[in-house]
């Protein structure tokens, strides 16, 4: 995956909705063989229409997700971007919608790690996985979704170390906030918000460069990260400021 011209094999799951359909359009564009895999009819018509090869399947089906993805002859690249957001308004903790968040998010990646492993195994490919810059801190009301999220992270890194031996690669994606469907229920502010252009673009280029973590905007992610050093009281403080309806 070193020559950018090379035609590459790629799965995107969350294919119809938000940042992975403006990947798998932006794929489609450099001519390359994309599996748009998602639920979402209309969307995978039109990827379809621009040579996608789709695949509507319910990623929370391990059976069918595994017997989906043996099929596929190869993959060089799986970015697994399906995902979900609920959030929690205190002093009512739901644990259904909790473990929700939970299932669906990690639910979707496992799965489709599972199934498309032994194809990125055999042409020594690169899996990458899409976190959030919510992970770094404590966010009120994102007790689930930024709970899904650490997890997330903890899983690629740990794969990073995992799958060396195996030469396949791992990428990490620590977005800040993008403008999707998933965004528009946030009624808090959203700095340095980026458009699903913007995030493909940076995604698509921490791949080529082969970066292990692949963070935009750093305008804000950098600064979470150092929030996230401090003291336990400054990032609560900040974390109520920012979550105040």
């Known amino acids: 995956m070193t020559d950018s011209t090379e035609k590459l094999h790629i799965l995107i799951t969350g294919a119809t909705s938000g940042i992975g359909?403006?990947?798998a359009k932006d794929y489609l564009l450099a001519d390359h063989h994309v599996y748009a895999v998602g639920r979402?009819?209309?969307a995978l018509t039109?990827?379809?229409?621009?040579?996608?090869?789709?695949?509507?399947?319910?990623?929370?089906?391990?059976?069918?997700?595994?017997?989906?993805?043996e099929k596929i002859d190869n993959v060089d690249l799986a970015i697994c971007g399906a995902g979900m957001c609920e959030y929690l308004d205190m002093p009512n903790f739901d644990s259904s919608v909790f473990m929700k968040v939970m299932s669906v998010?990690?639910?979707?990646?496992?799965h489709a790690i599972e199934?498309?492993?032994?194809?990125?195994?055999?042409?020594?490919?690169r899996l990458v996985g899409i976190g959030s810059a919510s992970a770094y801190v404590p966010f009120a009301r994102a007790e689930a979704y930024g709970?899904?999220?650490?997890?997330?992270?903890?899983?690629?890194?740990t794969?990073?170390?995992?799958?060396?031996?195996?030469?396949?690669?791992?990428?990490?994606?620590?977005?800040?906030?993008?403008?999707?469907?998933?965004?528009?229920?946030?009624?808090?502010?959203?700095?340095?918000?980026?458009?699903?252009?913007?995030?493909?673009?940076?995604i698509r280029d921490g791949i080529e460069s082969g970066h292990?973590?692949?963070e935009f905007p750093k305008k804000l992610t950098m600064p979470l990260k150092a929030l996230g050093t401090l003291p336990d009281l400054v990032w609560q403080q900040v974390s109520e400021k920012l979550n105040k309806k």
């Open 212 to 214: 292990e973590v692949i």
């Open 21 to 23: 359909k403006q990947l």
């Open 159 to 202: 794969l990073q170390i995992s799958l060396a031996p195996h030469d396949v690669s791992v990428s990490l994606v620590v977005p800040g906030f993008v403008e999707t469907p998933m965004t528009k229920q946030n009624d808090f502010p959203m700095p340095f918000i980026q458009t699903p252009a913007q995030a493909s673009q940076a």
């Open 40 to 42: 979402d009819d209309e």
């Open 105 to 110: 998010n990690m639910g979707t990646l496992s």
């Open 147 to 157: 709970s899904s999220k650490a997890a997330i992270h903890y899983l690629m890194k």
């Open 46 to 69: 039109e990827l379809q229409a621009l040579g996608a090869e789709t695949i509507d399947l319910d990623l929370m089906d391990r059976e069918k997700v595994i017997e989906a993805f």
């Open 115 to 125: 199934g498309v492993l032994p194809k990125l195994i055999a042409s020594k490919g």
